[in-house]
T-cell receptor, first 111, second 114 residues
Framework: ELKVEQNPLFLSMQEGKNYTIYCNYSTTSDRLYWYRQDPGKSLESLFVLLSNGAVKQEGRLMASLDTKARLSTLHITAAVHDLSATYFCAVDPTGANNLFFGTGTRLTVIP | DTEVTQTPKHLVMGMTNKKSLKCEQHMGHRAMYWYKQKAKKPPELMFVYSYEKLSINESVPSRFSPECPNSSLLNLHLHALQPEDSALYLC?????????????FGAGTRLSVL
């Protein structure tokens, strides 16, 4: 059974602090996606990681992928309140662009 | 323009009603998807259309019936739903099926079944 687990499920952090969200998956996937979802809203694409060792950065967020360990990380640098949202990773186990989402991490940044 | 438009935004229906959800994109994408998202849970894939043909049905009950009339439009017909079907229904599209393309999501239809 395919499992995509995120850790932590809930994260409350102060503005200005750094933290990392982890995404572990149980099957091979040649790509990994990170999405953001604000409450009651749709999903916004953040990153697509296409190969082992891939690293992508956008603003205060940086994502990396280790396909051998089946692990992706989303690192938050100097958090600001606007980053408060739920973050999902997603894998594509069939290679047909059919996404299987992780459990989600609900991030709250406290002023 | 990376917009996927879903209507209606909210829908309340009884268990004997028939209703439809609509999804539209004008990005020239040839793959379209329906996802179901329960509260505080991740989205779950329901259906995939590739070049207007149904390619994936993730064991979804027959009370959900998808339709893709053309490359820009995706419908989800609902009939005899159960209260546990209440959820946010998300539509997404991507450029080409089976390739490493980003899926763009609509804002969703929040469905309540009474």
């Amino acid at each position: 059974e395919l499992k995509v687990e995120q850790n932590p499920l809930f994260l409350s952090m102060q503005e200005g602090k750094n933290y990392t969200i982890y995404c572990n998956y149980s099957t091979t996937s040649d790509r990994l996606y990170w999405y953001r979802q604000d409450p009651g809203k749709s999903l916004e694409s953040l990153f697509v990681l296409l190969s082992n060792g891939a690293v992508k950065q956008e603003g205060r967020l940086m994502a990396s992928l280790d396909t051998k360990a089946r692990l992706s990380t989303l690192h938050i640098t100097a958090a600001v309140h606007d980053l408060s949202a739920t973050y999902f990773c997603a894998v594509d186990p069939t290679g047909a662009n059919n996404l299987f989402f992780g459990t989600g991490t609900r991030l709250t940044v406290i002023p | 323009d990376t917009e996927v438009t879903q209507t209606p935004k909210h829908l309340v229906m009884g268990m004997t009603n028939k209703k439809s959800l609509k999804c539209e994109q004008h990005m020239g994408h040839r793959a379209m998807y329906w996802y179901k998202q329960k509260a505080k849970k991740p989205p779950e894939l329901m259906f995939v259309y590739s070049y207007e043909k149904l390619s994936i049905n993730e064991s979804v009950p027959s009370r959900f019936s998808p339709e893709c009339p053309n490359s820009s439009l995706l419908n989800l017909h609902l009939h005899a739903l159960q209260p546990e079907d209440s959820a946010l229904y998300l539509c997404a599209s991507s450029q080409d099926p089976g390739t490493k393309n980003i899926q763009y999501f609509g804002a969703g239809t929040r469905l309540s079944v009474l």
